[in-house]
């Protein structure tokens, strides 16, 4: 099996994002990750292609600091790696996902592709389908179970109050993971060192004929979300303390 | 005026509360509600009520478009060529988020999701960015505005239109890449986590998994649903499918309780964007205290009976 994996490098979610200007961040200081999902698609991969022989290969698009996040991710398992390189950090989802069918065409044909079921940076939760779409192949995202079964896949999302749905598709077919599908492992040191040595192709985004400034979608303006001060904390007996917090919620705040 | 669809997402024949906030997004344009699996006639006073000028029950001319999410995204691009809208909207629910993304990448238009505000004439949308820790303003450049809002992220306001039913057939065939083969029904009548108004959430300290009645109890008596934290759900307390923040779910409800949730960065960004956030913690120095409304310290189970009691 030829399986790729589309890896996006994010920063950590427990980083303190600077924002710079109007619709920057500062990223120099900050500590970059695989994003938290695609780890969940990496780690399919790797164990399907464990089991069943084949090669696993990351794609990323992003800057080229990205190149050290995809070592982390092949020392996961993956064989090898291709970085189409951007300026920014934000690209419109329709560009990464032209971008992405480009550098896996290029390649050869895959039998299975993974995703996240979205970046926790952009959250904008759609690049896979583009990427199906462009490809011609089906998806499901949010996939939390998955069975690949005599040219089949067969996958469970969650939909909502528990209840989960099943859905069938044929290879090749893209899949976004999320929790649930698997335990990501943690790479060994060994495996680590092997990673150094594994090879990323690199390429312009330009030379996939892709114009970065082209979006559709843009950034205007980025924000802080205002943080809450302190809680005001209701004092007293128990039961001085929820008759306090229930007059509050339907008196003041009104929202029982 | 903007020609606006709204996606209407229902549940034994009657509207999601979470649709009419949706509706309200649109208020002031000429809207058009789609409705996707319920008889129109039996929404039609309550889309009306809530700004609907026309209501449209999409069928394809053949196939099931609950068994095909390709074929209820093609239904959907018919019925903007048919009405020539400006803009759809939807529900960022699990259903919406996925048509409205197979959507845009089908007719390769840009698509906004999960947004906290939407200005239809300017083409602008807030949303969150880097996991609820900055809010985006993005401008659209499209002749079509694709936009999903979280639930809750806009309280509904009636505003009465004519509700008019209109006939549609989708003249489209499946293109046969995914069939949904079941649904598999967990409990029935929980809530979705991500549209419920309120949440109680237990963390760590609700110790084992048939503590959650507890909090089920509470959450019942202001129509609410329960989730959990990480911590709980790596504990084995509480399934995934019941774990709010950075690797569960995005919730944004009017009320959020948390129980016995020390309060990680990870947390947070899922539900920062609740209205009003109370934190009952027996550690009176839980970093989840630094972050909320109101907080009492105490002992989840002495505190949570009480305000069961209470309610």
């Given at each position: 099996m030829k399986i790729f994996v589309c890896v996006k490098h994010v920063p950590d979610t427990a980083a303190n994002i600077k924002l710079a200007g109007n619709n920057g961040f500062e990223d120099s200081e900050i500590k970059f990750v695989v994003n938290p999902y695609d780890e969940f698609g990496v780690e399919e991969a790797v164990s399907l292609v464990e089991k069943n022989g084949g090669e696993v290969v990351i794609v990323t698009v992003g800057k080229a600091a990205a190149a050290a996040t995809i070592r982390g991710a092949m020392a996961m398992g993956a064989h090898r790696a291709i970085l189409v390189k951007t300026q920014g950090q934000f690209l419109d989802a329709s560009?990464?996902?032209?971008?992405?069918?480009?550098?896996?065409?290029?390649?050869?044909?895959?039998?299975?592709?993974?995703?996240?079921?979205?970046?926790?940076?952009?959250?904008?939760?759609?690049t896979q389908y583009r990427l199906a779409a462009a490809l011609g192949l089906p998806v499901a995202n949010e996939v939390s179970r998955l069975r690949i079964d005599g040219g089949k896949a067969v996958a469970e999302q969650e939909v909502g109050g528990g209840d989960r749905q099943v859905i069938e598709m044929g290879l090749p077919c893209v899949i976004g993971a999320t929790k649930g599908l698997n335990e990501p492992r943690y790479p060994k040191f060994p495996d680590i060192m092997k990673a150094k040595k594994?090879?990323?192709?690199?390429?312009?985004?330009?030379?996939?004929?892709?114009?970065?400034?082209?979006?559709?979608?843009?950034?205007?303006?980025?924000?802080?979300?205002?943080?809450?001060?302190?809680?005001?904390?209701?004092?007293?007996?128990?039961?001085?303390?929820?008759?306090?917090?229930?007059?509050?919620?339907?008196?003041?705040?009104?929202?029982? | 005026m903007a020609k606006t669809g709204i996606l209407i997402e229902t549940e034994n024949d009657a509207v999601?509360?979470?649709?009419?906030?949706?509706?309200?997004?649109?208020?002031?344009?000429?809207?058009?509600?789609?409705?996707?699996?319920?008889?129109?006639?039996?929404?039609?006073?309550?889309?009306?009520?809530?700004?609907?000028?026309?209501?449209?029950?999409?069928?394809?001319?053949?196939?099931?478009?609950l068994a095909s999410p390709d074929l209820a995204a093609r239904c959907l691009e018919a019925a903007v060529n048919e009405y020539g809208l400006d803009a759809l909207l939807g529900t960022?629910?699990?259903?919406?988020?996925?048509?409205?993304?197979?959507?845009?990448?089908?007719?390769?238009?840009?698509?906004?999701?999960?947004?906290?505000?939407?200005?239809i004439d300017a083409k602008t949308v807030k949303k969150s960015?880097?996991?609820?820790?900055?809010?985006?303003?993005?401008?659209?450049?499209?002749?079509?505005?694709?936009?999903?809002?979280?639930?809750?992220?806009?309280?509904?306001?009636?505003?009465?239109?004519?509700?008019?039913?209109?006939?549609?057939?989708?003249?489209?065939?499946?293109?046969?890449?995914?069939?949904?083969?079941?649904?598999?029904?967990?409990?029935?009548?929980?809530?979705?986590?991500?549209?419920?108004?309120?949440?109680?959430?237990?963390?760590?300290?609700?110790?084992a998994a048939e503590?959650?009645?507890?909090?089920?109890?509470?959450?019942?008596?202001?129509?609410?649903?329960?989730?959990?934290?990480?911590?709980?759900?790596?504990?084995?307390?509480?399934?995934?499918?019941?774990?709010?923040?950075?690797?569960g779910k995005t919730v944004s409800p009017k009320l959020y309780i948390a129980c016995g949730v020390s309060g990680a960065v990870q947390h947070f960004a899922g539900m920062k964007t609740s209205k009003v956030i109370v934190a009952i913690n027996e550690d009176k120095d839980a970093p989840i205290f630094a972050k909320c409304d109101y907080g009492i310290v105490g002992d989840i189970f002495e505190v949570v009976p009480a305000l069961t009691e209470k309610l």
């Open positions: 560009l990464t996902a032209k971008a992405l069918k480009a550098a896996i065409e290029e390649d050869g044909a895959p039998d299975l592709i993974f995703t996240g079921k979205g970046a926790v940076d952009t959250e904008t939760f759609q594994k090879e990323i192709k690199e390429m312009d985004i330009s030379d996939l004929g892709i114009d970065e400034a082209a979006g559709a979608v843009v950034i205007e303006h980025l924000e802080p979300v205002p943080e809450r001060a302190g809680a005001k904390m209701i004092e007293g007996s128990v039961q001085e303390q929820v008759t306090e917090l229930v007059r509050i919620l339907k008196e003041e705040e009104k929202v029982i | 999601k509360e979470t649709s009419l906030g949706v509706l309200t997004a649109a208020a002031g344009q000429e809207i058009i509600a789609l409705v996707m699996d319920a008889n129109p006639a039996s929404v039609k006073d309550k889309l009306a009520q809530y700004g609907a000028s026309g209501i449209v029950s999409l069928k394809p001319a053949s196939g099931d478009i960022a629910s699990a259903v919406g988020r996925d048509l409205f993304a197979r959507l845009g990448a089908l007719m390769d238009q840009p698509m906004v999701s999960d947004c906290v505000a939407v200005d960015h880097f996991s609820g820790k900055t809010f985006a303003t993005l401008r659209v450049n499209a002749d079509l505005l694709l936009a999903t809002v979280r639930p809750n992220a806009i309280e509904a306001v009636p505003a009465p239109a004519g509700g008019e039913i209109l006939e549609f057939t989708a003249d489209v065939q499946d293109p046969g890449l995914a069939v949904i083969k079941e649904i598999k029904k967990g409990d029935s009548d929980k809530l979705d986590l991500t549209e419920a108004p309120v949440i109680v959430t237990g963390g760590r300290a609700i110790k503590n959650y009645s507890m909090l089920e109890a509470c959450a019942g008596k202001m129509g609410g649903a329960v989730g959990a934290s990480r911590a709980a759900v790596d504990a084995g307390f509480a399934p995934h499918a019941m774990q709010v923040g950075q690797t």
